[in-house]
Antibody, heavy 125, light 107 residues
């Protein structure tokens, strides 16, 4: 069964750090772009970051650039999101998602066909 | 940044109704558009990609159309399990962006 399981969420003070993990199973993890998407309480979906299969390309939404780092360990079938300098507005459920490859100009991350259940991050004093 | 306008934000409908949700882009994205369904407390699920291709396992009452800047999700005969929130998402350029969402509620 294809599965993504996030972990690492919790309560953290403003300015603090947290590292989210996503464990993948049931598919060849190293063949896929991966994504993080978040959803603030009562709000819509917001794409956060993408990482290429080999980790050589990474993309972020402007609001997290310089604070969040996406990474992966293909040997462990795991995706990570290191979150530093956290703010109240980072409070959200964070979803890990598998992205299918599409060709726009070059191969890139396309639509997200498998999602984890999410992990909750709360930034509050 | 590609801005997306999704409408309506709230749609009240009855079982058996045909419903249509619109997603308009601030610039052309060819057919690089997906639609997702999300139920309360659950992760989103992919319904449609490439604007009109139905994801495996998704009922045929769901359909997508459009290209360029204007896209539509149609549910031909609303079922009870379809009451949920729907999002469009473009994957033409970074940053990836989602529409604001359309909540389909029971009338």
């Amino acid at each position: 069964e294809v599965q993504l399981v996030e972990s690492g969420g919790g309560l953290v003070q403003p300015g603090g750090s947290l590292r989210l993990s996503c464990a993948a199973s049931g598919f060849t993890f190293s063949s896929y772009w991966m994504s993080w998407v978040r959803q603030a309480p009562g709000k819509g979906l917001e794409w956060v970051a993408n990482i290429k299969q080999d980790g050589s390309e990474k993309y972020y939404v402007d609001s997290v650039k310089g604070r969040f780092t996406i990474s992966r360990d293909n040997a462990k079938n795991s995706l990570y999101l290191q979150m530093n300098s956290l703010r109240a507005e980072d409070t959200a459920v964070y979803y890990c998602a598998r992205a299918r490859v599409v060709v726009v100009v070059n191969p890139t991350a396309g639509y997200m066909d498998v999602w984890g259940k999410g992990t909750t991050v709360t930034v509050s004093s | 940044v590609i801005w997306m306008t999704q409408s309506p934000s709230l749609l009240s409908a009855s079982t058996g109704d045909r419903v249509t949700i619109s997603c308009r882009m601030s610039q052309g994205i060819s057919s690089y558009l997906a639609w997702y369904q999300q139920k309360p407390g659950k992760a989103p699920e992919l319904l449609i990609y490439a604007a009109s291709t139905l994801q495996s396992g998704v009922p045929s009452r769901f359909s997508g159309s459009g290209s360029g800047t204007d896209f539509t999700l149609t549910i031909s005969c609303l079922q009870s399990e379809d009451f949920a929130t729907y999002y469009c998402q473009q994957y033409y350029s970074f940053p990836r962006t989602f529409g604001q969402g359309t909540k389909v509620e029971i009338k």
